[in-house]
């Protein structure tokens, strides 16, 4: 909602911005002639949005394996738009604030935090499928979504996994595999805001990108003593 | 053994002393490995290897002969396509490029500018195969842009910034590198804003060391994954796609704001055209 409304607003300050120009007896440019904003008279936040939403630069209409289109994906939220407005580093009190969004974000299965199946689990954790738009949109209805873990994490011994977030081998040894634990895992996945504000890592649960059963399966795949994780 | 002799010839050719486009692109990028301690650019001893004989520079022989013929309805070369330092003038044009277009009124990258001198100075309809088709080595726009970026190759990246219009574009460009959206939450920051760090077994540039990001930007490249000669245009689509943001079209606005601010990112450092990446 909020990301809706600010974003009329950046429109009608550059609607706003090109009619002071043309009050301004300014000598017309070719943009202008075609009734488009004169880009140099916008700030770099309005002339970006503007890019993006309104300047046919992106396929906005194609359609998004949630439901909605692509344009949807373009519109921030919140979170997106003060973690990207202070690059990632948010003070003290925007940390709070994020923290606290996203605490309330989280939700938990009833009674027990489960672990499920780990074989399933390292097939969503090394998997990059799902989302995906533009020229090769990913087909939901041949595969369910996975994790991309692997992009971030090294995971299990034989095989390379990114580093842009800390190494989870051996993390249930580590760690171990207890209530307190879990409940930790289960919340980096759903919403890891809750503990870094502006982290890199996404919000698998609370975007809906994961089910609650996949969030158990990955989970079981980082903390079960029988996982190659944990070998 | 041939294809070093056709090397040769590709580089000499037409191409004044004093600059050095006719360096072995892979001379420019050693020379960057010696200056700075990076992951990066040393991730594959492989690629180096077969630098030496890039597949790409056949595409830039192909784009030559095809520049320099007459084409199009109009049966033109496109000797007369300005890029910006003056009609048929391609020393270092590239390497200034996304820049402000007088006769456009608009900031073009060089895919925009070819497909405008296509269409009018040949004549070319938009919709012909010559100025619609943009992917794999054997399109007319990577052959051209090939030759056309080859011109710049071992010049420093100089983005012009004269025009009120080219730093609205790189400042625009710049807010929508660190803007977070889509599925993922991601920005290009979060792949590109940290040094030697790598995404599954890939070392990926850092936007914020020139010597690293000279060569994320010298496109076009070979993509020995793909076997194929890719442009810029392309490498962005695949971040966008790997984002799971909305797909950007070819040779827009945004897409050309996102080259003007990682051109100016890469300033004072040289260009490797062609270069060879994974």
């Known amino acids: ?231 | 053994m041939i294809r070093h002799a056709l090397l040769v010839l590709a580089v000499t050719i037409g191409v004044p002393a004093h600059a050095d486009p006719s360096q072995n692109p892979v001379e420019v990028l050693k020379e960057l490995i010696n200056s700075v301690d990076s992951a990066y650019l040393t991730q594959s001893d492989q690629n180096l290897m077969m630098m030496e004989d890039n597949p790409a520079l056949w595409t830039v022989e192909e784009g030559k002969a095809l520049f320099h013929a007459q084409r199009g309805p109009k049966n033109v070369s496109l000797e007369t396509c300005d890029f910006g330092m003056g009609p048929g003038k391609l020393e270092g044009a590239y390497a200034a490029m996304p820049r402000y277009f007088k006769d456009t009124g608009k900031v073009m990258d060089l895919e925009t500018r070819l497909v405008h001198c296509m269409t009018t100075i040949q004549g070319f309809p938009a919709d012909d195969p010559a100025v619609k088709q943009r992917h794999g080595s054997d399109t007319d726009h990577m052959k051209l842009q090939s030759y056309i970026t080859a011109q710049s190759n071992g010049m420093p990246w100089n983005p012009l910034m004269d025009h009120p219009l080219e730093k609205a574009m790189r400042d625009a460009g710049e807010v929508i590198f660190y803007r977070r959206a889509g599925s993922l939450d991601m920005s290009c920051q979060t792949c590109h804003g940290t040094t030697g760090k790598r995404i599954r077994a890939s070392v990926l540039p850092d936007v914020n060391v020139p010597q690293e990001w000279t060569k994320a930007i010298s496109w076009p490249a070979f993509r020995v994954g793909h076997q194929e000669t890719r442009s810029s245009q392309h490498r962005l689509r695949g971040c966008y796609w790997q984002m799971r943001q909305a797909g950007p079209v070819a040779g827009s606005p945004a897409t050309i704001a996102v080259l003007s601010f990682w051109t100016d990112m890469a300033r004072g450092q040289p260009a490797i055209l062609p270069d060879m990446k994974r």
Not at chain 1, 80 to 85: A, D, E, G, P, V
């Open chain 1, 1 to 231: 909602m909020m990301s809706r409304k600010t974003n009329r607003c950046a429109t009608a300050s550059a609607a706003l911005a090109s009619i002071v120009l043309i009050l301004g007896g300014y000598t017309a440019t070719h943009a202008e002639e075609a009734g488009k904003p004169d880009y140099a008279k916008m700030s770099p936040e309005a002339l970006a949005e503007h890019l993006i939403l309104e300047s046919g630069s992106f396929d906005l209409d194609q359609p998004a394996q949630e439901g909605g289109t692509a344009r949807d994906r373009m519109i921030q939220d919140n979170l997106q738009k003060l973690c990207s407005k202070v690059r990632n580093k948010p003070n003290a009190e925007q940390a709070g604030q994020i923290i606290a969004a996203a605490r309330a974000s989280i939700q938990y299965p009833e009674g027990e935090i489960p672990l499920g199946d780990w074989k399933k689990g390292g097939d969503l954790a090394w998997g990059g499928f799902g989302y995906r738009l533009a020229h090769n949109p990913d087909d939901h209805s041949t595969r369910d979504p996975s994790g991309n873990c692997y992009n971030c994490h090294a995971l299990s011994p034989q095989r390379t996994g990114g580093d842009l977030g800390p190494s989870l081998r051996g993390y249930g040894i580590i760690r171990g595999n207890t209530e307190a634990t879990r409940r930790f895992v289960y919340e980096m996945i759903y919403n890891p805001h809750a503990y870094f504000p502006c982290t890199h890592m996404p919000r698998m649960g609370a975007k809906g990108l994961l089910s609650q059963e996949a969030i158990a399966d990955i989970m079981a795949y980082l903390l079960h003593p029988e996982s190659p994780v944990n070998q």
